[in-house]
């Protein structure tokens, strides 16, 4: 048995349950410190963890350490319990007691931080990992028996507990404990402060129940928050089960962690392992994009792109009457300046799909199709990065400058992964290094820019429709001059009223300079217009 994998078993016991009401905590006069048992057997059966073998088999030999204690203290128990009960339950209570207080010591040396962002290694965030739901499971237990550092542990962990994602389940727990008025006693054994717990749920429910009655007042933040998360999973669903969608991800249960499929966190932050990357979309139908009106979409781009009307029918005449949107693999050529990535990040959004822009220049490696998580900076490929950010099946992958990635093989070849990520039959069940299972990524779709053929791998020109696009003419000059304009715009924070668009004067003077038909070039002249008119502006 390895300390990295903890099994349902043991996650069952963990206190983050017991405060969201998952759990049923224990009742008045049962034994203070089933917790504990129920997570010492769930571990490791009925055996004596040995310290022999431990290291052997990849354990941290002071968790080993703690619950070899553990089992020897709840064995000496059901051996006196017979002559003196309460006796044998204090001996006991002094020993868990000692056991909580290593593990609270363990996890300060550490750096443990209480919000559970952890940026170290796998091996001692596995270990942490495990230690904080240790010290959890026997705070609870102490709880029960009135050990003041279990009772400001649960505590402590409670503003933490309500301030994350799932923070809305811990309400009922904090508002019913902070109305309780033996709270501040000293708690003693047989009190039943832990099955309390039970009672403070309710009362916490009730108590929130009865603030909205005849209350006009703002709805609390934590409220309001648990509304819209259930109204975005009810939308969610509404457009997997109401359109075509794709399991990506089945599960990451064979992975350790704590981090359950599906209740992770979409779009932010998610830790540092494989378990926690992959839980948002584990286990859940993913939507495929619909196709979108295709008239409306290709006015739109042939407006902004007049050069490229044969290059936009050429890419949507195959979308028409699919149910959803995939692109096959695509190489658009042209030389530099011409708007290609523009264009291909412009098309995806016209579609619907969430753009990934990938930058090949330079890049030696083959760290596009994943890394394994046994390096410190393991990552899953970048195609799955993408659709666990849109929470959708399928993307659009931007390959941008692919013909200057490097072409060395000591670390592996960008070309090569690509490849096989583009290959529909391997990508439907490709094998993810870092979360070291397969998923399905056959609705990803791929648009590759280059600036000629030179350099570019035979097999991938194969692979790969390739579409040339030529240099820019006049015709493209207003649309690619509002664009310029407002990406300007955007990067000084300023309306159309504050940068209007050019007068006629203006686009005569960039008619007349603009001959190479350089986006680039065009750019530039935009910026030097804007430039004079600022220093007009200074004059006046």
């Known amino acids: 048995m390895t300390n990295s994998p903890l099994d349902e078993g043991a996650r069952a016991c963990a206190l983050e349950r017991y405060l969201a009401g998952d759990a049923t905590a224990p009742k008045r006069g049962t034994f203070p410190f089933a917790p504990a048992a129920l997570l010492l057997t769930a571990r490791y059966g009925r055996s004596i963890p040995s310290l ?7 354990e941290d030999v002071r968790v080993v350490g703690i619950y070899r204690a553990m089992r020897l203290a709840f064995d000496a128990y059901a051996h006196e319990m017979h002559r003196d009960k309460r006796e044998a339950e204090e001996t006991l209570a002094v020993q868990v007691a000692a056991a909580f207080d290593l593990v609270l010591g363990w996890l300060r040396e550490s750096g443990f931080s209480i919000d559970f962002d952890f940026t170290y290694s796998d091996e001692q ?11 959890g499971v026997l705070a609870l237990s102490l709880w029960e028996v009135g050990h003041p550092p279990a009772r400001e ?3 402590g962990l409670l503003p933490d507990l309500l301030g994350g994602p799932d923070g809305w389940r811990y309400v009922r727990a904090s508002v019913g404990l902070a109305e309780d008025v033996h709270a501040a006693m000293d708690w003693r054994p047989g009190r039943g402060a832990l099955g309390s717990l039970s009672n403070a749920l309710l009362r916490g429910g009730r108590l929130i129940e009865d603030a909205y009655v005849g209350a006009p007042q703002p709805a609390p933040t934590w409220a309001t928050a648990a509304r819209e998360k259930a109204a975005a999973e009810k939308a969610a669903k509404t457009v997997v ?26 779009g932010g932050s998610v830790g540092a392992t494989p378990r926690a990357a992959g839980a ?60 290609k990535s523009r264009f291909a990040r412009r098309l995806g959004e016209e579609l619907g799909l969430a753009v990934t822009v990938y930058g090949c220049a330079g890049v030696s490696d083959s760290s596009f199709i994943g890394t394994s998580r046994q390096w410190s900076t393991g990552r899953a490929c970048v195609p799955l990065q993408a659709i666990r950010r849109a929470e959708a099946a399928s993307v659009l992958v931007v390959l941008d400058e692919l013909s200057r990635a490097g072409t060395r093989a000591d ?23 870092y979360l070291e299972c397969p998923v399905d990524l056959s609705a990803v779709s791929y648009l590759a820019t280059a600036n000629s053929r030179a350099g570019l791998d035979p097999a991938l020109l194969s692979r790969f429709r390739v579409l040339e696009m030529g ?24 309306n159309d009223a504050w940068l209007p668009g050019p007068d006629p004067e203006e686009e005569a003077v960039l008619a007349a300079h603009w001959r190479d038909g350089s986006v680039r070039t065009l750019r530039q002249l935009v910026e030097g217009i804007v430039a004079a008119r600022d220093a007009l502006a200074t004059r006046m």
Do not use: M, W
């Open 52 to 58: 022999r073998t431990a290291a052997g088999a990849g």
């Open 125 to 135: 965030q596995d270990t942490d990992e495990h230690l904080r739901l240790l010290a």
């Open 153 to 155: 542990h649960i505590r």
């Open 241 to 266: 089960e109401s359109g075509p969608s794709l399991l990506v991800l089945a599960s990451t249960d064979h992975l350790p962690g704590l981090a359950k499929a599906g209740e992770g966190k979409p």
């Open 280 to 339: 948002p979309i584990a286990g859940r139908r993913l939507r495929l994009v619909r196709v979108p009106d295709l008239a409306a979409a290709r006015a739109t781009l042939v407006a902004e792109f007049p050069d490229d009307v044969a290059i936009v029918d050429a890419i949507l005449g195959p979308l028409a009457g699919r149910a959803y949107v995939a692109l096959p693999p695509t190489l658009l050529l042209g030389p530099p300046g011409t708007g």
């Open 411 to 433: 670390n592996g070849k960008l070309v090569d992964g690509v490849l096989a990520l583009t290959e529909r039959e391997t990508a439907r069940a490709y094998q993810d290094p």
């Open 471 to 494: 240099p820019r003419t006049l015709a493209s000059l207003p649309a690619l001059t509002r664009a310029v304009l407002a990406d300007i715009r955007a990067e000084r924070g300023l």
